[in-house]
């Protein structure tokens, strides 16, 4: 059965399967999300918003792990953490999820100004209005999840949340897969570097010139050095210690 796509005009045309095949192509999508005309009724009238031409919004991909997109009303940009789009490059229509919550955010700081920011009642019927779930968060259990120097762990579901900071001193936080509502019954507990730790073995039997050995790592492929039995270091562009996936 072919699923359908409701137009702004009513017409419902096929829904096209995506398949991305690089972080350069979601950057095109992205980007034609954001040139489209998107119209909601408002205020008791209709407004016509194109983010990109009224308000030179534009795409971007960040550094974050622990939220998936971004909508700066004070740049005008809109942002996908990049971490997570490279590991989730076969769920399209989830990314594209993602870009409809953010672009509502935009439409709905357009009309309404400062009331319409956030995950009220004003954003969701506008989100809905353009074709999103109108869902405040992403459900993670669809995503292939970033890894993070700091995780937070619930032991009821074994959900994994990645935070690329640690949280501050006292900071208690409950998992929101088992209650949408703080509950200190689901509370998480903080797991620091979870990270792959490089996992070195000799790139070659013979010793360098210099009485070093070319090591690699068996997980990642960085490349680095040990001279005689000291500690190894890895080349400039790898992590020291950690696997880049």
């Known amino acids: 059965m072919k699923r359908t796509l409701h137009t702004n005009s009513g017409i419902k045309r096929p829904m096209q399967r995506t398949r991305l095949n690089s972080l350069n192509h979601l950057r095109i999508l992205a980007e034609r999300m954001l040139n489209e005309t998107y119209t909601v009724r408002a205020l008791g009238?209709?407004?016509h918003v194109n983010l990109a031409k009224d308000e030179k919004y534009t795409f971007e991909f960040d550094r974050a792990i622990s939220r998936y997109g971004c909508c700066k009303y004070s740049s005008n940009t809109i942002t996908m953490s990049k971490a997570m789009a490279e590991r989730n490059l076969h769920i399209w229509p989830?990314?594209?999820?993602?870009?409809?919550?953010?672009?509502?955010?935009?439409?709905?700081?357009?009309?309404?100004?400062?009331?319409?920011?956030?995950?009220?009642?004003?954003?969701?019927?506008?989100?809905?209005?353009?074709?999103?779930?109108?869902?405040?968060?992403?459900?993670?259990?669809?995503?292939?999840?970033?890894?993070?120097?700091?995780?937070?762990?619930?032991?009821?579901?074994?959900?994994?949340?990645?935070?690329?900071?640690?949280?501050?001193?006292?900071?208690?936080?409950?998992?929101?897969?088992?209650?949408?509502?703080?509950?200190?019954?689901?509370?998480?507990?903080l797991v620091q570097d979870m990270r792959n730790v490089h996992k070195w073995t000799k790139a070659s039997l013979v010793t360098e010139k210099?009485?070093?050995?070319?090591?690699?790592?068996?997980?990642?492929?960085?490349?680095?050095?040990?001279?005689?039995?000291?500690?190894?270091t890895a080349d400039k562009r790898y992590d020291q210690k950690f696997c880049k996936k």
Do not use: T
């Not at 009485?211 to 039995?229: I, S």
């Open 210 to 232: 210099g009485g070093y050995d070319r090591m690699v790592c068996e997980l990642c492929g960085a490349k680095g050095k040990r001279h005689g039995l000291g500690s190894i």
């Open 94 to 189: 989830e990314l594209r999820e993602i870009m409809l919550h953010e672009i509502a955010h935009g439409v709905s700081f357009k009309i309404h100004g400062g009331a319409g920011a956030g995950h009220n009642s004003l954003w969701k019927d506008i989100a809905l209005q353009i074709g999103s779930d109108g869902s405040r968060c992403q459900n993670i259990l669809k995503f292939n999840v970033p890894v993070s120097k700091y995780q937070l762990i619930c032991d009821k579901c074994g959900m994994i949340f990645p935070r690329a900071r640690k949280p501050r001193k006292g900071a208690i936080y409950s998992c929101s897969i088992c209650s949408p509502r703080y509950d200190p019954e689901y509370a998480l507990k």
């Open 45 to 47: 009238k209709i407004h």
